[in-house]
């Protein structure tokens, strides 16, 4: 399935592909993890093995129930590229009950794919955590002033992501993230000012607007 001659256009998007046999598509890889069916064990065989494909294909196939927080501290040592990072996080690490424990701790470290995935896994679960409260957003808001002066590539593409995506979960979480936003904004940083701007400009516009107030009137139908 691999290209190696797609490693040239990968690197352009700042995928790390020293250990990449080339650009396998995803959807290939979710169609070979479909027909492999979940496999705890496979999985950390295919991580140990250190190819970028393998270990895409990794998270596709563990078992988020079997995933331990030993396993994801092993996991995120390893974390090279920012590919890797989101993918985890989105296809099996906020699957976990550990979720939310890991952003507040891996938000304080400062290795910089083990803070993206503190950042990744806020904007994850902010689209999918459906049960949360917003309380739990809430708590993040402080962590992304906090780190948004990193002025590090990944982790700030990741600190606004995060801002973001709480912002679009509902009204309520709209209204504070803004809040979160405006305040960064005032910071004297480069990255803080490029994160609270490109945050702001989404948040405050009419589609995003829309769309909020409209999921709200649907819920009180329902109600």
Not at 113 to 132: E, G, I, P, T, Y
């Amino acid at each position: 399935m691999a290209d190696p001659s797609a490693k040239q256009g990968m690197e352009r998007f700042g995928i790390f592909v020293d250990n990449a046999l080339g650009g396998v598509p995803t959807p290939e890889l979710k169609k070979l993890a479909r027909e492999i069916g979940k496999n705890h064990e496979l999985a950390d065989q295919l991580w140990n093995s250190g190819i970028r494909e393998a270990r895409h294909l990794a998270v596709l196939v563990d078992e988020p129930e079997s995933v331990t927080l030993r396993q994801m501290e092993r996991w995120v040592k390893d974390f090279d590229s920012w590919d890797i990072v989101d993918g985890c996080c989105l296809y099996l690490f906020h699957k976990t009950p550990y979720a939310h424990r890991k952003v507040l701790e891996w938000s304080n470290r400062k290795e910089e794919f083990v803070k993206r995935a503190a950042f990744s896994m806020m904007a994850v679960l902010a689209v999918h955590d459906k049960l949360a409260g917003d309380g739990k957003f809430l708590k993040f808001l402080p962590i992304i002033k906090r780190e948004s002066t990193d002025e590090r590539n990944f982790v700030k593409k990741a600190v606004n992501w995060a801002l973001r995506q709480i912002g679009k979960r509902n009204l309520n979480l709209n209204k504070a993230a803004i809040a979160a936003g405006e305040q960064i904004r005032k910071t004297n940083s480069r990255s803080a000012r490029w994160i609270a701007a490109d945050a702001l400009r989404e948040l405050k516009g009419a589609p995003v607007q829309a769309r909020l107030r409209e999921k709200r009137l649907r819920a009180g139908a329902r109600a």
